[in-house]
């Protein structure tokens, strides 16, 4: 498709876990930029349904659940990525605990959330 596209826009509060890791971006799959801590990204997709995820970039774990989303030609959305839990645990000294459960682990350390906002 040659049209108009539309632009998103993917900012990261900052947050003390994970700071010093770079999320990628991925749109249905694919990587579409990368967004480090307090940082954002900003790039163009074609219009219509998809999916935005986000992945740590050296282990590639999905830290937040995908976002469905459909955009049209020209419009704009921005994603809020933020943290939302795991520095209180931490605090609680329940992460050796968490290692032990592989579902434990996807619910408790996925805790960034995407929020969306159209402009």
């Not at 990368?34 to 219009?47: L, Q």
């Amino acid at each position: 498709m040659n049209g108009p596209k539309a632009r998103v826009t993917v900012k990261r509060e900052h947050s003390l876990y994970s700071c010093a890791v770079i999320f990628g971006v991925y749109v249905d799959g694919m990587k579409v930029g990368s967004v480090a801590n307090g940082g954002e990204a900003t790039f163009e997709i074609e219009p219509g349904k998809h999916t935005l995820e986000c992945k740590e970039s050296f282990m590639g774990r999905l830290v937040a659940d995908g976002a469905p989303f459909e955009i049209q030609a020209g419009e704009r959305l921005e994603f809020c990525l933020r943290c939302s839990g795991f520095v209180l645990m931490t605090f609680l000294g329940l992460i050796p605990l968490a290692w032990l459960s592989s579902g434990f682990r996807k619910r408790y350390f996925r805790r960034f959330t995407l929020s969306v906002n159209k402009k």
